[in-house]
């Protein structure tokens, strides 16, 4: 089939093969440029892997210091005249291209929240691995099913008054007002059991007690900050009070990896678009703003120059990797910048559909959109009669 983009709302509802692969290979060919990650990790297992911070963690792993990887995502394979999810398509290049290498990479798709999942995990460690030196957690979900077979979901909304933001019509490249209503005490509360730290101290208690983490065993998570700008409806809403407890559950850890003189830790990161950074009011506006300042500044970061950065500098580097006052370490410093801050509040208040080429890089950021999803890669064949049927050879999870 020809697979064109059919954009709807926030969300693509196809996705290429061919530039999803591409994806990989450009991720996978700048971490090699980098060279050798000295005490990298030699065994990793990636909560979340195929695509975002989870995927760009697993290239730097694999490619940056030789790691054997595991991957746990909840994908979807093609289906009759439907493309597979675009993770589904990189996860399938990562493992063919990892295998080329040489290099272990097996895969799980499942629910990452259920228990069934876990104890498949723990059992592929177990069986092949022995032992991991480093848990990624890295998963984006919008719904989670409880043990006792209910779902929460998350929401992405203010708390305690509604807020006025704009977004991106993709499709039309103009932009649109959205308001959104303040959120209840009940969608806070779940939110939070979605998106927070809990089921990351699932994993790793799960973990200890099979007695799969290694000696000295780093566990991360991922969150986001971002600038005064967005806290609003970030760092002040929903999601901000979910990335709060992921600091409770960092805490919480602190002990149980002691016993394995290990340590968990959440890592800041910069703001890049994902899909569900697109569905954020205001949040497209501060990204394309941020694309634009920090493209000029020659400071600007793709998550696989993040996790490639991360694990260089920071997170197996000798010594202590610096922390802020909660204990996390800072990757959002060249974001938060004096020069690069001082550019987006110049500039907030005066984009508008007319002036949002000059001041802000929605070019950048259209295209930003468009890959996520494997479309717009020079040299993709997008006129090509393709196959949207790839096999990925996955481990059983239940």
Not at 175 to 202: C, F, H, I, Q
Request: net charge negative; charged share 20%.
């Amino acid at each position: 089939m020809i697979i064109k983009p059919r954009i709807k709302g926030f969300m693509c509802a196809t996705s290429h093969p061919s530039g999803c692969a591409m994806d990989v290979q450009r991720q996978v060919d700048y971490v090699v440029s980098q060279g050798q990650i000295s005490n990298g990790p030699a065994r990793v297992l990636i909560i979340g892997a195929s695509g975002g911070y989870g995927l760009a963690s697993r290239i730097s792993a694999a490619f940056g210091s030789n790691a054997a990887t595991i991957g746990v995502f909840f994908e979807r394979p093609a289906k009759k005249t439907h493309t597979a999810s675009p993770g589904w398509y990189k996860s399938a290049a990562f493992a063919e291209l990892a295998t080329e290498e040489g290099l272990y990479a097996k895969n799980i798709n499942g629910d990452a929240y259920s228990e069934e999942v876990k104890r498949a995990t723990i059992a592929l460690i177990k069986e092949d691995l022995g032992q991991v030196d480093l848990v990624v957690y890295s998963l984006a979900a919008p719904a989670r099913q409880l043990s006792d077979g209910s779902v929460v979901r998350g929401t992405l909304k203010p708390i305690g008054e509604p807020y006025d933001g704009m977004t991106i019509n993709i499709n039309s490249g103009e932009l649109r007002a959205v308001s959104l209503e303040p959120a209840n005490p009940e969608e806070v509360a779940d939110t939070v059991k979605v998106m927070g730290g809990e089921d990351w101290e699932g994993w790793i208690a799960a973990m200890l007690e099979a007695g799969v983490l290694a000696d000295g065993c780093i566990t991360t998570n991922y969150t986001y900050l971002g600038s005064k700008v967005t806290w609003p409806i970030y760092n002040h809403g929903t999601i901000g009070k979910a990335k709060e407890d992921l600091d409770r559950a960092a805490m919480a850890l602190k002990e149980p990896m002691s016993g394995v003189n290990g340590r968990a830790q959440v890592v800041v990161m910069k703001g890049v678009l994902t899909q569900a950074a697109s569905a954020i009011p205001g949040m497209p506006v501060y990204i394309s703003l941020l694309f634009k300042a920090m493209k000029q500044a020659g400071t600007h970061e793709g998550c696989i120059e993040q996790t490639t950065r991360l694990f260089a500098t920071r997170l197996f580097s000798p010594g202590n990797p610096g922390t802020d006052d909660e204990g996390r370490i800072r990757m959002d410093d060249l974001e938060l910048a004096d020069d690069i801050q001082a550019y987006i509040n110049d500039k907030w208040s005066d984009v508008n559909s007319t002036t949002q080429s000059d001041l802000a890089d929605f070019e950048g950021y259209c295209q930003a959109f468009m890959e996520l999803y494997g479309f717009g890669f020079d040299g993709a064949d997008y006129e090509a009669d393709v196959d949207p049927a790839w096999e990925m050879e996955l481990v059983p999870s239940g």
